[in-house]
T-cell receptor, first 112, second 114 residues
């Protein structure tokens, strides 16, 4: 079966750093995506990892360890506008066309 | 178009009625996906199109749900005899296809069945 786990919610302070973890158990692995979703809006793409290691993109970084079935999204210098749901999603070789299997999402609240 | 376009953005319907939701993908994207998101829940895969064919319909929850795609572009998701549990946001997404291409989402169609 396919299983993707994330914490349901997290709280952090403006200006701080937060790490959102994601673990997955899937039939094969072909890449992991992180999306950001503000309330009432569509998910927007943040990052993609297919090889082990850290991918940095401005204030956001994403890490992958395929042997551990583990990823995290790191958000630095948090801003109030970063309050959103963060979705971890995996693609597998067994599926067609690259459909994404999503976790439940982590609701991040950034407080002043 | 510049992004994935969906209509209607909001739909309130009576239980038992049929509804049609439309998706216009990004120009040139051959792959099109339908997902459903219930309040406070994650995204649930419904169906995937490559061109006009649907190789993966595994997520459709019942035979009341169907989808088609014509001309390799616009897709319509139809829900027959709607039930209250069908209330959700229906998100359409598109990509260039393949496992490593980013999937881009539309704003969604908010369906409320009363």
């Amino acid at each position: 079966g396919q299983n993707i786990d994330q914490p349901t919610e997290m709280t952090a302070t403006e200006g701080a750093i937060v790490q959102i973890n994601c673990t997955y158990q899937t039939s094969g692995f072909n890449g992991l995506f992180w999306y950001q979703q503000h309330a009432g809006e569509a998910p927007t793409f943040l990052s993609y990892n297919v090889l082990d290691g850290l991918e940095e993109k401005g204030r956001f970084s994403s890490f992958l360890s395929r042997s551990k079935g583990y990823s995290y999204l790191l958000l630095k210098e948090l801003q109030m506008k970063d309050s959103a749901s963060y979705l971890c999603a995996v693609t597998t070789p067994g599926n067609q066309g690259g459909k994404l299997i999503f976790g439940q999402g982590t609701e991040l609240s950034v407080k002043p | 178009g510049a992004g994935v376009s969906q209509s209607p953005s909001n739909k309130v319907t009576e239980k038992g009625k049929d509804v049609e939701l439309r998706c216009d993908p990004i120009s040139g994207h051959t792959a099109l996906y339908w997902y459903r998101q219930s309040l406070g829940q994650g995204l649930e895969f419904l169906i995937y199109f490559q061109g006009n064919s649907a190789p993966d319909k595994s997520g459709l929850p019942s035979d009341r749900f169907s989808a088609e795609r014509t001309g390799g572009s616009v897709s319509t998701l139809t829900i027959q005899r709607t039930q209250q549990e069908d209330s959700a946001v229906y998100l359409c997404a598109s990509s260039l296809g393949g496992a490593r291409n980013t999937i881009y989402f539309g704003e969604g169609s908010w369906l409320t069945v009363v």
